[in-house]
């Protein structure tokens, strides 16, 4: 089950990269990075919220599956940075 909810957050997750990564740089002419940089910010401060809440609650293992690997994990790719940067 847990393969499900990374593959659901994964669907979520990288199409909003794309829109945020655009959104950003449409607005900020610059030659550096921005919507990269914000992409890569809030997604480690959302994924440390997660496992921040999963370490002091008793959760599923979806949450973390879906929102922490999933979401995160399709959210923020390391592989743009690299090639931005």
Same mark, same amino acid.
């Given at each position: 089950?847990? *393969?499900?909810?990374?593959?659901?957050?994964?669907? +979520?997750?990288?199409?909003?990269?794309?829109? #945020?990564? $655009?959104t @950003?740089?449409?607005? +900020?002419? /610059?030659? =550096?990075?921005?919507? $990269? =940089?914000?992409?890569?910010?809030?997604? /480690?401060?959302?994924?440390?919220?997660? @496992?921040? @809440?999963?370490?002091?609650?008793t &959760?599923?293992?979806?949450?973390?599956?879906? +929102?922490? *690997?999933?979401?995160?994990?399709? =959210? $923020? &790719?390391?592989? #743009? =940075?690299?090639y931005?940067?």
């Amino acid at each position: 089950m847990s *393969v499900l909810w990374v593959c659901l957050g994964a669907a +979520v997750g990288a199409p909003l990269r794309y829109l #945020t990564d $655009t959104t @950003i740089q449409r607005r +900020v002419a /610059s030659p =550096f990075p921005w919507g $990269t =940089f914000v992409v890569n910010a809030a997604g /480690s401060l959302v994924l440390g919220v997660v @496992i921040g @809440i999963a370490g002091h609650q008793t &959760t599923s293992g979806a949450l973390v599956a879906g +929102v922490g *690997v999933g979401l995160c994990g399709g =959210f $923020t &790719t390391y592989s #743009t =940075f690299a090639y931005e940067t």
